[in-house]
């Protein structure tokens, strides 16, 4: 049974930091992709970071670029988003998402049913 267990949302005031986690279990982890994507309410889910594996380098979201930082542990089967300089626009449901594309066959999309974020004063 496929599983991706999301954690260390919250309330944090702008300027603050916090780290997420994703437990991962289930599927051959170290062979997906895995990414965080958030939605705020009223938007389009959308793609903050992502590491295809641990050799690779990340990318990112502009909006994140600089204050986001995307990790992962496959030892541990667990990835990590520390944010940093959170600002109130970064507010949103976050994912944690894992993908696997094989050529020929397509994209296998595995998904966590999110942890909260809230920057507010």
């Known amino acids: 049974q496929v599983q991706l267990v999301e954690s260390g949302g919250g309330l944090v005031q702008p300027g603050g930091s916090l780290r997420l986690s994703c437990a991962a279990s289930?599927?051959?982890?170290?062979?997906?992709?895995m990414s965080w994507y958030r939605q705020a309410p009223g938007k389009a889910r959308e793609l903050v970071a992502t590491m295809p594996n641990s050799d690779s380098v990340a990318d990112y979201a502009d909006s994140v670029k600089g204050r986001f930082t995307i990790s992962r542990d496959n030892a541990k089967n667990m990835v990590y988003l520390q944010m940093n300089s959170l600002k109130s626009e970064d507010s949103a449901v976050y994912y944690c998402?894992?993908?696997?594309?094989?050529?020929?066959?397509?994209?296998?999309?595995?998904w966590g049913l999110g942890t909260q974020v809230t920057v507010s004063s």
């Open positions: 289930g599927f051959f982890f170290g062979g997906y992709a």
């Open positions: 998402n894992a993908a696997l594309v094989v050529t020929g066959i397509g994209r296998t999309d595995y």
